[in-house]
């Protein structure tokens, strides 16, 4: 089973994240999560297949008292939030498959810059 970037405890600030410039994609989650874990392929190689969006891929381990998924009303892992100039434009619960990741990206691609 192949290995992937695990999630970081070392959170930016709800402040970092809104003054983010560019385009980004938050991922929350946990590293002992299943559902994470068995999201991950289509995670991963859906954003790989759109390498040409300039994009940043924060994954953040959330849980209890985690400040920044609770500034994002995170319920269920994992959350991807798509972030335009640190604004949210997309949001994906717990991804299946590649077209909701791919549909939530051409939302960010076609969000206007505030």
């Not at 009303?73 to 909701?100: F, H, S, Y």
Request: overall charge positive; some cysteine.
């Amino acid at each position: 089973m192949p290995l992937f970037p695990p999630y970081t405890l070392d959170e930016p600030s709800r402040r970092e994240v809104d003054a983010m410039p560019g385009s980004t994609v938050l991922e929350f989650g946990a590293n002992w999560c299943s559902i994470c874990q068995a999201a991950q392929p289509v995670i991963t190689d859906t954003l790989a297949a759109h390498a040409g969006l300039p994009l940043r891929h924060l994954k953040v381990e959330d849980g209890r008292g985690r400040p920044l998924g609770r500034s994002f009303g995170i319920k269920l892992w994992p959350t991807l939030v798509m972030l335009k100039e640190g604004r949210e434009v997309a949001r994906v619960v717990r991804p299946g498959n590649a077209r909701e990741i791919t549909e939530a990206l051409a939302a960010l691609r076609a969000a206007p810059a505030p």
